[in-house]
């Protein structure tokens, strides 16, 4: 996989997802980080740093954006969320824009 | 949870950590502030897009989303007002460039910062009905840096001189003048109206009166709209390259008031060259051009309609009513014909075949054609001569084609009723001297007639065509009867015409010499031997004969004559010599038929099979006729034609007048009492108005003509006078 054609995303505890810009653009946060047309450290560099976002909830993040790619192109599965992190997952999402 | 008694759960709403710190919202803000500045510095690879938005973020969520929103306004503000200082002082020519990079500038920098405050654009934002960022930025743009003093101005004047540069002829940066423009558009329509559109307008206004003030002065017709035209398609270019599409119609209105409407009606009148010039020079370019620019303004159109009409009607008063032209009806038609043929081709080549030209075009020639009371004879004359030898030689198509054209010239025609008179007598002609040349085509027309007019109107003709072949059937029918009886006589042909369908006139039948009379009588039994109940008159004044002549030197020549012509030469087989009384008295040919036959026997080169003394051109009563001997001719048959007065002569023109006049009076009636029978009351006027109406297709009907038949039927009791009211007729089933 081409570095251009992927971003890293890096949770508080500082671990490191690496996906497709393509799933990463399924929050409209992410997708303007990266298109903006001034040229902000996250364009250069292609990693987001996300302080306030712990592993747990990166990870469940970054299937999401897997799952609802596949889900766009019809395939209908259930995405599982697991009850205790529902309320960080949902502020995740308000803030990235999902 | 096992507690026994009930409880009453109530879930709080989720709280935000209370942020105590007073000097957060102030920090965070100063760390948006700095960023922004820098953004308009084009530093911004140094700032974290996810710490920016994470700060707006917390601001908005921290309910400092006013301070927020106002910082924004009065940092951006500021900003703007620097580079409104920096535009202002920018030289001459780079102006408009200068605006234009940092107008790029800005909109990147205004994406930047909205991408950024995207969570406030999102939620606080339309809660509380403020403008969002990228609006916000473009208003602020407007506000701070077009609507500037020095600056609005500035850039009104300059666009404007560039778009008069280039309209003089200069090549002008259009990729510049066209982000400037598009700038003003994505300001908001209003801004671009205002600010430029409407000024713009009133300049190009003020240009093109000028110029086409100019151009009319010292150019033509053509030349002037060639340049107009030019014009027109240069603006429409312009907005196709930098202009709103929306300004093309008022812009090319702008073109088309000044440059055409203004002085649209000094440019058709124009002597030499204007539209009456080019109609006549059938130039179908120019004409086409003044079509498709005057078209664009409301009454130009009309305007060309109307010259050209008072045009066409002009010429064909002129066709028609100069006495040197109706000497030959055929050219007379002729001439009738190519010119409907010339206009009909401008206003398919040159006026797009519009609808209401054609109209046009068609009202005048009926108005023309009707001046002339003779056109309806020379329209069938017209016919006559075609059908006799103009169509020798010619396709089947070209002859619709002729034939197609005389319809049209008769459908100007208003007395219907007197070509059909004059056709049947030509008709007739034709008929019965076996000139028609085909039968196809003269079928043809009367089918044409037919469409047009009406089964009443061809029944007679048609009956014509009937009798001529029942004839030749009574024929065949009679020689096989009678033909070996008659084999050593002349030989006769008969045709049998139904009075009523044929143009006869009661004439008196002429003495016809002993040999043809035997032949006739025989004829006459067979006939009504076969037909009982019937009675036969022979019309001699329309026969023709062919006679085996033997001459002085004894050479023979067949003599194709009319009848009266073989009665008269006849009688020089008893005599050499007769004097013109004598003749008559042996014949009872009318006298000016006599004299007719007299003069194409004796007095023209090359036929005189008589001589005549005195020599002269005329036919005097107290001349004497003797039988030429010395007669020669290269051919074997001689046709001896009568000399037959092509047009009619005064006399008989009034007496067809008279007789159409005679036979307009049934159908007048006719139509009187179709109306008055439906109606049972009606008055005067109404009358008058309806019959015209239902006699139109045939001929005008004269007001004082109908007055009469309504008093000739009231007389023979069909209609009365209303009691009361006199100007009321009712109908007396």
């Known amino acids: ?98 | 949870m096992s507690a026994p008694k009930k409880k009453n759960f109530q879930i709080e709403a989720f709280k935000h950590r209370v942020v105590v710190d007073p000097k957060y919202a102030e920090k965070t803000w100063k760390i948006l502030e700095h960023a922004i500045h820098e953004i308009y510095n084009h530093n911004a690879s140094g700032l974290s897009f996810e710490e920016l938005y994470r700060n707006a973020y917390n601001m908005v969520l921290h309910k400092f989303g006013e301070k927020l929103y106002s910082g924004l306004v009065s940092t951006m503000t500021a900003h703007l007002k620097e580079i409104a200082k920096h535009i202002e002082s920018t030289q001459g020519g780079l102006f408009l460039e200068e605006l234009n990079r940092i107008w790029a500038e800005h909109n990147k920098a205004l994406q930047m910062i909205r991408d950024i405050l995207m969570y406030m654009d999102r939620t606080f934002i339309p809660s509380t009905h403020k403008t969002p960022v990228h609006e916000l930025g473009l208003n602020l743009w407007r506000d701070n840096i077009i609507h500037s003093s020095k600056i609005h101005k500035r850039l009104q004047d300059t666009l404007l001189e560039l778009v008069q540069r280039e309209r003089t002829g200069e090549v002008i940066n259009r990729g510049l003048m066209r982000n400037v423009i598009q700038m003003l558009m994505d300001l908001g329509s209003s801004v671009y109206q205002e600010d430029f559109e409407k000024p713009f307008l009133d300049v190009s206004a003020d240009f093109y009166r000028l110029e086409s003030q100019q151009y009319i002065e010292c150019c033509d017709c053509g030349d002037y709209l060639k340049k107009a035209e030019k014009r027109l398609m240069e603006e429409i270019e312009r907005v196709s390259h930098y202009l709103d599409t929306k300004s093309e119609p008022k812009l090319t209105n702008v073109v088309e008031k000044q440059m055409i409407e203004s002085h649209m009606h000094r440019l058709v009148h124009m002597e030499n060259s204007g539209l009456v010039n080019m109609i006549v020079n059938d130039k179908y370019e120019d004409l086409g051009r003044m079509y498709n620019l005057l078209r664009r303004v409301s009454t130009g159109l009309a305007l060309i309609r109307d010259v050209m009409t008072s045009h066409i009607r002009e010429i064909g008063k002129q066709l028609v009513t100069d006495p040197e032209k109706l000497k030959d009806p055929v050219d007379f038609v002729q001439r009738l014909l190519d010119e409907k043929d010339k206009h009909d081709k401008i206003i398919s080549l040159a006026f797009n075949n519009d609808k209401t030209f054609q109209n046009a075009l068609n009202s005048s020639f009926e108005f023309f054609i009707n001046l002339n009371p003779r056109s309806p004879e020379f329209i069938s004359l017209f016919v006559d001569d075609k059908l006799r030898k103009g169509l020798k030689g010619v396709t089947e198509e070209d002859v619709e084609i002729i034939l197609d054209k005389v319809m049209m010239l008769f459908r100007y025609l208003q007395e219907k009723d007197v070509f059909e008179k004059y056709y049947k007598q030509h008709l007739a002609k034709r008929l019965l001297s076996g000139k028609t040349v085909s039968d196809d085509a003269e079928r043809s027309l009367i089918v044409k007639l037919k469409t047009e007019c009406g089964y009443q109107f061809t029944s007679k003709l048609e009956g014509m065509f009937t009798d001529m072949k029942t004839s030749q059937d009574t024929m065949q029918g009679f020689h096989a009867a009678v033909g070996a009886d008659l084999a050593e006589g002349p030989s006769l042909t008969v045709q049998v015409l139904t009075t009523g369908s044929w143009p006869t006139q009661s004439v008196n039948t002429c003495n016809l010499p002993s040999e043809i009379l035997g032949v006739c009588d025989r004829f006459k039994t067979y006939y009504l031997g076969t037909h009982t109940g019937r009675r036969l008159s022979w019309q001699t004044n329309m026969g023709t004969a062919d006679l085996k002549a033997t001459f002085g030197k004894g050479q023979k020549h067949e003599l194709n004559v009319s009848t009266y012509q073989m009665c008269i030469l006849m009688l020089f087989n008893k005599s050499d010599r007769m004097s013109y009384k004598e003749i008559e008295q042996a014949t009872e040919i009318p006298a000016s038929d006599l004299k007719r036959c007299l003069q194409s026997l004796a007095c023209v080169k090359g036929k005189n099979v008589l001589r005549k003394e005195p020599m002269s051109k005329d036919i005097a009563e107290d001349d004497a006729f003797y039988f030429n001997d010395k007669f020669s001719s290269k051919f074997y048959k001689v046709k001896i034609g009568t000399v037959v007065a092509q047009k009619e002569s005064e006399p008989e023109k009034q007496e067809t007048r008279q007789r159409v006049e005679e036979d307009r009076k049934p159908q007048i009636e006719a139509a009187i009492v179709r109306i008055m029978k439906s109606r049972r009351v009606l008055d005067h006027n109404n009358i008058v108005a309806e019959v015209t109406k239902q006699l139109q297709s045939r001929f005008l009907p004269n007001p004082v003509v109908i007055k009469k038949r309504i008093e000739s039927l009231i007389e023979r009791e069909f209609l009365e006078r209303d009691k009361t009211d006199r100007k009321l007729y009712r109908y007396l089933a």
């Open chain 1, 1 to 98: 996989m081409k570095k251009e054609d992927t971003v890293k995303l890096i949770s508080r505890e500082g671990f490191e997802f690496i996906i497709d810009k393509k799933a990463a653009m399924v929050s409209q946060t992410i997708r303007n980080m990266l298109t903006s047309p001034g040229s902000f450290a996250e364009t250069e560099h292609g990693q987001v740093t996300f302080p306030e976002i712990n592993t747990t909830i990166l990870e469940k993040i970054c299937q999401y954006f897997y799952w609802s790619l596949q889900y766009a192109s019809g395939k209908e599965t259930e995405f599982h969320i697991e009850p205790e992190i529902t309320l960080e997952l949902m502020m995740a999402a308000n803030y990235l824009h999902t």
